[in-house]
Nanobody
Framework: QVQLAESGGVSVQVGGSLRLSCAASGYISGIYCMAWFRQAPGKGRERVASIHRFTGWALYTDSVKGRFTISRDNTKTTAYLQMNSLTPEDSAMYYC???????????????WGQGTQVTVSS
């Protein structure tokens, strides 16, 4: 079993920056992909970015390309989401997720954190 703990969500102003962290514990060797999803009130869940723990290959949704960067630490047990040039449309609950998929980080994720709230105000 994998446990994921997110942190870093706060309220910021438009144009500001934030870094979210996701610490994985438990059966870490079973994790190949880590991702950040977000869900705003009244909207569906959206995958923001994903990263392969071993290759570092990252994928982003179009709306965050050039503004957000996903990374992992040297131990490959913590994933980060650096968010720059934030807009009100980025306001959402952000969730960290993990997948046992060995090659494709665009597939389904089966471990989830509790979420951390990001609010961007003008």
């Amino acid at each position: 079993q994998v446990q994921l703990a997110e942190s870093g969500g706060v309220s910021v102003q438009v144009g500001g920056s934030l870094r979210l962290s996701c610490a994985a514990s438990g059966y870490i060797s079973g994790i190949y992909c880590m991702a950040w999803f977000r869900q705003a009130p009244g909207k569906g869940r959206e995958r923001v970015a994903s990263i392969h723990r071993f290759t570092g290959w990252a994928l982003y949704t179009d709306s965050v390309k050039g503004r957000f960067t996903i990374s992992r630490d040297n131990t490959k047990t913590t994933a980060y989401l650096q968010m720059n040039s934030l807009t009100p449309e980025d306001s959402a609950m952000y969730y960290c997720a993990a997948s046992a998929a060995r090659a494709d980080c665009s597939g389904e994720y089966n471990s989830w954190g509790q979420g951390t709230q990001v609010t961007v105000s003008s």
